[in-house]
């Protein structure tokens, strides 16, 4: 008998008879096949204003003396660019997924101590709680984190549209 997929939070799979405890996305393979699969869109939309953009690009951050390389979502050394991506969503509750957001006060680190002369883009897939897309959230909430010199930019996966959040 041929078998169906369940992608839910928690799922009973018959044939071994165990109790399966998934945290992956609804609707995706796996958290990083949606993460992978949102950053190839982040490419092709950058691509359509003109930001020709590698994946895994890796540049040299630190502070003070101390350097090490970071890899960077997309980039490019010319024009200098770094691109970091998110596809988090609101809990499927509608809460925040406020450990998530602690990866976004990662990402904004990491731009602070990357070279000046680096545009810096976070890409974030737009998802609306009531009004509130989770973007606009983290900057009301967590805005005294986020560099000046950062852009961020809400791409809307289904209209295939981005919308720069003002922070």
């Known amino acids: 008998p041929r078998r169906q997929q369940n992608r839910c939070a928690l ?12 945290h992956h996305r609804k609707g ?16 092709e939309a950058l691509l359509s204003i003109g930001l020709d953009l590698d994946r895994n690009f890796d540049v040299l ?5 101390r350097t090490k390389n970071h890899r960077f979502d ?17 809990t499927e509750s509608g809460n925040v997924p406020s450990a998530k957001l602690t990866v976004w006060n990662e990402a904004m680190y990491y731009f602070h ?20 897309s989770l ?3 983290y900057v009301r909430r967590y805005g005294h984190l986020i560099p000046p010199d950062i852009e961020i930019l809400e791409y809307d996966t ?9 922070h």
């Open 113 to 132: 101590i990357a070279p000046v002369d680096f545009r810096k883009i976070f890409f974030v897939k737009r998802h609306l709680r009531a009004e509130e």
């Open 11 to 22: 799922c009973v799979d018959a044939h071994a008879g165990l109790i399966v405890i998934s």
């Open 158 to 166: 289904e209209l295939a549209i981005m919308f720069e959040v003002n």
């Open 74 to 90: 997309l980039g490019s050394s010319n024009p200098k660019v770094i691109v970091e991506c998110k596809s988090h969503t609101w």
């Open 28 to 43: 995706a393979v796996s958290n990083a096949h949606a993460g992978h699969e949102f950053e190839l869109q982040a490419q």
């Open 61 to 65: 951050v630190g502070v003070a003396n």
């Open 135 to 137: 973007a606009e959230y």
